[in-house]
């Protein structure tokens, strides 16, 4: 069963964000642009997987996508793409959407992508990865008081189905730990074959497994420090929901496109996300004011309470929480 979903992560919503309304260099664009394509492949590699998982028992196993742990180095984290617990063994799974051609060498903890220009890319040795995150979950599982650790068995997957993979070793694909998609079906069920002494118990699963959820942090991400960039490099305005053209004109009933004539009630709730995942969770009538570059006090207000977000303070100094989960209903609502 899936206790962990694989949800879009929050570093993608924000680079999405920021990407519709970055005012930069062409080169800090196009580093925030490689940036969103990279989190964008690593995420679309990992919901690709969940096709194959779902050929594994349902209640034999418990799925977590995307878990963020405590290191047992202090203020550090460690990170697992995808996380299978058993009563009998837990995988763990490091995934890598790399497209193109690649020559795996495993010798120098290394993969390297071979461009159409002819250039080569390197990328982390994902079989290394993945056994740095058994070693780390190892300990974290001591930490837990986890009286007898099951097996811990590590696979990487590429999880492009097109991409053309080479390897500099004389080891054959069993040993190398480096597998496709459709193959973990078939690699587990060896798991199972060789692994068929149960270490935990039904209580003991459900314990490690309320553990992890309670113990994941997800991953810190400022944009502002991560890029070096100011208020100034965010352009305001509410965006086309079609066509994310930046500033809408607002009609008596509608904001108005003037790029695709496109019509909306509710743009400005599509753009109220933005500024969650730009600024975070606090905002100020101020604050709302400036980012949609809205003239009127009582209209900011009519919107903010519209979402019935939950407030502290009084009149000027009233502070609200943005909450997705209600900006999405009242965008529903009003759709």
């Known amino acids: 069963m899936?206790?962990?979903?694989?949800?879009?992560?929050?570093?993608?919503?924000?680079?999405?964000?920021?990407?519709?309304?970055?005012?930069?260099?062409p080169e800090k664009v196009k580093e925030i642009e490689g940036e969103y394509?990279?989190?964008?492949?690593?995420?679309?590699?990992?919901?690709?997987?969940?096709?194959?998982?779902?050929?594994?028992?349902s209640q034999q196993y418990h799925i977590f996508y995307n878990v963020r742990l405590p290191s047992y180095q202090s203020g550090l984290y460690f990170q697992m793409d995808i996380l299978l617990l058993s009563k009998n063994f837990i995988v763990i799974l490091e995934v890598?959407?790399?497209?193109?051609?690649?020559?795996?060498?495993?010798?120098?903890?290394?993969?390297?992508?071979?461009?159409?220009?002819?250039?080569?890319?390197?990328?982390?040795?994902?079989?290394?990865?993945?056994h740095r995150q058994k070693y780390q979950f190892q300990i974290w599982l001591q930490q837990q008081n986890v009286k007898q650790l099951p097996p811990i068995f590590t696979l990487a997957i590429l999880s492009n189905p097109n991409t053309l993979i080479k390897t500099t070793s004389s080891q054959n694909n069993s040993q190398l730990q480096l597998i496709r998609p459709d193959k973990i079906p078939s690699v587990i069920k060896q798991f199972e074959n060789h692994n068929n002494l149960e270490i935990l118990n039904n209580k003991e699963l459900k314990r490690i497994s309320t553990k992890i959820m309670n113990s994941h942090v997800n991953e810190g991400f400022n944009i502002f420090s991560a890029f070096h960039l100011s208020d100034?490099?965010?352009?305001?305005?509410?965006?086309?929901?079609?066509?994310?053209?930046?500033?809408?004109s607002k009609s008596r009933y509608n904001w108005i496109c003037s790029n695709?004539?496109?019509?909306?009630?509710?743009?400005?709730?599509?753009?109220?996300?933005?500024?969650?995942?730009?600024y975070g969770q606090v905002i100020t009538n101020n604050d709302l004011r400036n980012f949609l570059n809205i003239p009127s006090r009582h209209q900011a207000k009519r919107i903010l309470q519209s979402v019935h977000l939950t407030s502290s303070g009084k009149n000027r100094g009233t502070k609200y929480i943005l909450e997705l989960n209600k900006i999405k209903n009242r965008t529903r609502a009003n759709s």
């Open 2 to 25: 899936i206790i962990k979903a694989c949800d879009i992560p929050d570093k993608l919503r924000k680079l999405e964000a920021l990407k519709r309304r970055i005012i930069a260099s």
């Open 96 to 130: 890598k959407n790399i497209a193109g051609q690649i020559i795996y060498d495993p010798a120098f903890q290394q993969i390297i992508r071979l461009n159409s220009n002819g250039q080569e890319e390197v990328f982390k040795d994902p079989v290394l990865q993945v």
């Open 37 to 57: 394509a990279k989190v964008k492949a690593g995420y679309k590699g990992e919901l690709s997987l969940s096709y194959f998982l779902n050929f594994l028992p």
């Open 232 to 248: 100034e490099n965010i352009k305001k305005g509410v965006h086309c929901p079609d066509c994310f053209h930046i500033p809408l």
């Open 260 to 278: 695709c004539n496109h019509k909306s009630k509710n743009a400005h709730l599509f753009s109220l996300e933005d500024f969650y995942f730009l």
